[in-house]
């Protein structure tokens, strides 16, 4: 199976993972989002838990600035982490607003532990290794839902309540969005292992965080529906 187009590092990443990668983006919890049966009770579980990830994801893309080596990667960290904090947090906001759940609770949510070890693991990848290291780390999530909203939006029956959940990551500027950061992964790549990256041992560690955080994202699904 074969997914869209964001780039040569992606591509080969995607293709060295395919177990974990089909177990993250056609996750039960994913299908009961595109055909409506996701109960209402894990969405809401998933988008509390979900606003704190994002909070420390956040924290992720700012490493990102501080280990930048070039102007473009500065501003596509810089650009994601205003996208994350002043923009897709508040989508959150608003839904769990309707369903009763406010702001500070949002933020003061008990995190459940397969959302801690996800973000720290990405973090610590950024800590612990240089750019190269957090932006795979950071890859899944951003590509992953890019491809999830893609196949769903194509396949959702139409009266699935989750509608709103799958536009936002089908959405023509949420696609451009992640081809500009495949380009701007593939150009750190290149710039660092050169254009022959796959031939290098360098990839392989690269390619083993790409699958870890693979697999923490299905444990994130795990844990949505679990908390119903
Ligand atoms: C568990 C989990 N995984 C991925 C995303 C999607 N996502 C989070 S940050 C980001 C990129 C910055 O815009 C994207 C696409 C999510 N919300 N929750």
């Given at each position: 199976m074969s997914g869209p187009d964001y780039g040569r590092s992606f591509a080969a990443l995607r293709a060295a993972c395919p177990d974990e990668w089909s177990a993250y983006t056609d996750h039960a919890f994913v299908r009961g989002l595109g055909d409506g049966t996701l109960p209402q009770a894990s969405f809401l579980h998933y988008l509390v838990q979900d606003y704190v990830f994002l909070v420390h994801f956040a924290r992720a893309w700012s490493l990102g600035v501080v280990k930048a080596e070039t102007m473009a990667e500065m501003k596509t960290c810089a650009r994601t982490v205003d996208a994350l904090v002043n923009h897709e947090m508040a989508l959150h906001v608003k839904t769990c607003a309707k369903a009763g759940i406010e702001e500070t609770a949002l933020f003061s949510a008990k995190e459940e532990v397969a959302n801690l070890a996800y973000t720290r693991y990405v973090i610590d990848a950024g800590l612990q290794g240089d750019f190269l290291d957090l932006m795979v780390a950071l890859a899944p999530c951003c590509f992953g839902y890019g491809e999830i909203g893609l196949r769903l939006v194509g396949a959702?029956?139409?009266?699935?309540?989750?509608a709103d959940w799958i536009a936002t990551y089908a959405d023509v500027d949420y696609q451009q969005v992640m081809v500009s950061f495949g380009d701007m992964l593939d150009a750190a790549v290149i710039r660092r292992l050169?254009?022959?990256?796959?031939?290098?041992p360098r990839w392989a560690q690269l390619q083993g965080r790409f699958t870890k955080a693979t697999e923490l994202e299905v444990g994130f699904w795990d844990m949505g529906l679990l908390g119903a």
């Open positions: 959702a029956c139409n009266d699935t309540p989750y050169g254009a022959d990256f796959k031939a290098t």
